[in-house]
């Protein structure tokens, strides 16, 4: 393999979920590469059609390695129950196995620009992207994309804000700040196109993106205010037929620490999207600089509101909450 060569072997750890499958398709349909993907063994997951299924055990280090050996790219996508030493077998395992370029599990919001944060999300962040240089041979490339807009608009309240089945909102402050926000999708077409580029070389390539500098990836600008506008395009609803209420930033924050305290998973969600919806936090309404230079389309608000609603409507509820 050329250095002026893309990669072409990509394995990715949980193909078969949300983000890892929506990867997974992406680079499946450009052609361009073979997607491995790494399963638990007795896993029921489905993987896409075209990946290659390898069963590991993830307590076994020689399993992970004999997994990787002869990969050129990894990809790490785990889900928030996933054990929190698994990202670090897995990072110490593609340095064994001698993978060049390992993505680490750290989406979201461009927190490697920040520094002497103290908040539990950036620093498990951080702490992800140190595993994969602390491996001693592969190069970190990771990217940020911020919230997974369809995902975080279907779970309700403790995420957005905003509960679809019930008809109810809960504005931060006025409901008017804006973050960064990113469809499975648009995250899967990044993949694909950066894979796509020459490892070095001319510009784009993919050396442009390793180590801090990072893929930072956006589908949207959007408010709690713009969400459930698009909302009530997609139902036919006005603010009439929802009950709106308003909240302090602050409040959330407080409220959501004390769920954290009593285990509450929901306490997290508000402790973390209360924090991005801060005003002042520095990366909420980060600029995605990668998307001219991969070439991403401009998408469609309404269409992806939609699949979210559809979603909500459904009963989705990963988490089990």
């Given at each position: 393999m050329s250095a002026t060569d893309p990669v072409?072997?990509?394995?990715?750890?949980g193909a078969s979920g949300r983000i890892g499958g929506a990867f997974a398709r992406a680079l499946?349909?450009?052609?361009?590469?073979?997607?491995?993907?790494?399963?638990?063994?007795?896993s029921n997951g489905e993987i896409p059609e075209g990946a290659k299924k390898v069963e590991v055990d993830y307590d076994n280090q020689d399993s992970i390695v004999e997994a990787l050996?002869?990969?050129?790219?990894?990809i790490i996508t785990l889900g928030v129950s996933a054990p929190p030493e698994l990202h670090s077998k897995i990072t110490d395992a593609a340095g064994k196995a001698k993978v060049p370029y390992v993505m680490p599990n750290y989406?979201?919001?461009?927190?490697?620009?920040?520094?002497g944060s103290t908040d539990i999300y950036t620093k498990l962040s951080l702490e992800r992207l140190s595993e994969v240089t602390r491996n001693g041979f592969s190069t970190r490339v990771h990217m940020a994309c911020g919230f997974w807009y369809e995902w975080s608009l279907a779970l309700g309240d403790p995420w957005f804000g905003i509960d679809i089945a019930q008809r109810k909102v809960t504005f931060f402050d006025?409901?008017?700040?804006?973050?960064?926000v990113s469809t499975w999708d648009q995250c899967g077409r990044a993949i694909a196109a950066l894979l796509?580029?020459?490892?070095?070389?001319?510009?784009?390539?993919?050396?442009?993106?390793?180590?801090?500098?990072?893929?930072?990836?956006?589908?949207?600008?959007l408010s709690q205010r713009d969400m459930l506008d698009s909302v009530h395009r997609v139902l036919g609803t006005t603010d009439a037929d929802w009950q709106i209420t308003y909240e302090p930033v602050e409040k959330r924050l407080k409220d959501g620490e004390e769920q954290m305290r009593n285990k509450d998973l929901r306490g997290f969600a508000k402790v973390l999207y209360g924090g991005i919806f801060d005003a002042s936090n520095p990366v909420s309404n980060y600029v995605g600089e990668a998307n001219p230079?991969?070439?991403?389309?401009?998408?469609?608000?309404?269409?992806?509101t939609k699949r979210a609603v559809d979603m909500a409507l459904s009963g989705y509820n990963p988490l089990g909450l």
């Amino acid at each position: 393999m050329s250095a002026t060569d893309p990669v072409t072997k990509v394995a990715i750890v949980g193909a078969s979920g949300r983000i890892g499958g929506a990867f997974a398709r992406a680079l499946l349909q450009g052609g361009k590469h073979t997607v491995t993907a790494l399963t638990r063994k007795g896993s029921n997951g489905e993987i896409p059609e075209g990946a290659k299924k390898v069963e590991v055990d993830y307590d076994n280090q020689d399993s992970i390695v004999e997994a990787l050996v002869g990969q050129e790219f990894l990809i790490i996508t785990l889900g928030v129950s996933a054990p929190p030493e698994l990202h670090s077998k897995i990072t110490d395992a593609a340095g064994k196995a001698k993978v060049p370029y390992v993505m680490p599990n750290y989406y979201g919001y461009p927190h490697h620009t920040i520094t002497g944060s103290t908040d539990i999300y950036t620093k498990l962040s951080l702490e992800r992207l140190s595993e994969v240089t602390r491996n001693g041979f592969s190069t970190r490339v990771h990217m940020a994309c911020g919230f997974w807009y369809e995902w975080s608009l279907a779970l309700g309240d403790p995420w957005f804000g905003i509960d679809i089945a019930q008809r109810k909102v809960t504005f931060f402050d006025d409901g008017k700040r804006p973050i960064t926000v990113s469809t499975w999708d648009q995250c899967g077409r990044a993949i694909a196109a950066l894979l796509s580029l020459p490892q070095r070389g001319s510009s784009p390539s993919l050396a442009d993106f390793i180590n801090d500098k990072g893929v930072l990836v956006e589908s949207w600008h959007l408010s709690q205010r713009d969400m459930l506008d698009s909302v009530h395009r997609v139902l036919g609803t006005t603010d009439a037929d929802w009950q709106i209420t308003y909240e302090p930033v602050e409040k959330r924050l407080k409220d959501g620490e004390e769920q954290m305290r009593n285990k509450d998973l929901r306490g997290f969600a508000k402790v973390l999207y209360g924090g991005i919806f801060d005003a002042s936090n520095p990366v909420s309404n980060y600029v995605g600089e990668a998307n001219p230079i991969l070439g991403l389309p401009k998408e469609d608000l309404d269409e992806a509101t939609k699949r979210a609603v559809d979603m909500a409507l459904s009963g989705y509820n990963p988490l089990g909450l």
